[in-house]
């Protein structure tokens, strides 16, 4: 990655002028600040007071906007919306803004899908994209994002911890705890639980 100065964090520290990314690394833009992520066969600029996660093939857009040029099929995921080169193969230039809880896709060059999840479960078991539309090559598209989920800013990994704690296998690990523990309180032999002289 290759910044043009002050004002952009690497998981929350100051970034050099040139820094190697990894899975997962958090990149932030102040005001008046960009940057640029370099890999073979694609780029991506990093727009002023943005916030984007490295995920190698994918970039997730928090806020903010950025341009993609890649020939290696870059995506962008904001949320339950995914905008995927058409051709992955072949040159694709197009840029992704997400302000306010909208999406806004611009194809610059080739085409690519917008494929958005239903944030309902027995909609998202039905099937995996439930529903995909294409921005042609100097078309734009706008969208509302569609999670209603909590913003990942201020969710942190409690985001998902009622679906976890609610899932059957929880349940069962909950059930499973309770079950020895009780057991080892009974069957502990003739001692009691709270013994009057300890």
């Known amino acids: ?20 990314l990894f899975q997962d690394d958090l990149i932030e833009t102040q005001k008046g600040a960009a940057t640029r992520i370099e890999s073979t066969g694609s780029t ?20 903010g ?30 840029e992704v803004v997400n302000l306010n809880g909208k999406i806004t896709v611009s194809a610059q060059k080739s085409d690519v899908y917008i494929d958005a999840r239903s944030s309902k479960l ?9 529903e995909r539309s294409v921005v042609h090559e100097t078309e734009q598209s706008t969208r509302e994002e569609k999670c209603g989920g ?15 704690l609610n899932s059957a296998r929880a349940v069962w690990v909950g059930a499973a705890v309770v079950g ?5 309180a009974i069957c502990r032999g003739d001692d009691p639980i709270s013994p009057a002289a300890p």
Not at 122 to 130: F, L, N, V
């Open 1 to 20: 990655m290759r910044s043009n100065g002050a004002g952009v964090l690497v998981n929350k520290g100051a970034a050099p002028a040139s820094i190697a």
């Open 44 to 63: 991506a600029e990093i727009s002023p007071e943005t916030m984007v996660q490295f995920e190698g093939d994918e970039l997730v857009l928090d806020h």
């Open 65 to 94: 906007s950025l341009a993609v040029n890649t020939s290696r099929g870059i995506k962008v995921r904001v949320g339950c919306v995914t905008i995927t080169p058409v051709k992955d193969a072949e040159w694709t230039h197009y």
């Open 122 to 130: 027995k909609h998202a078991k039905q099937s995996e994209k439930s």
């Open 150 to 164: 909590a913003d990942a800013r201020s969710s942190g990994s409690a985001a998902g911890a009622g679906a976890i």
């Open 180 to 184: 020895g523990l009780t057991c080892w």
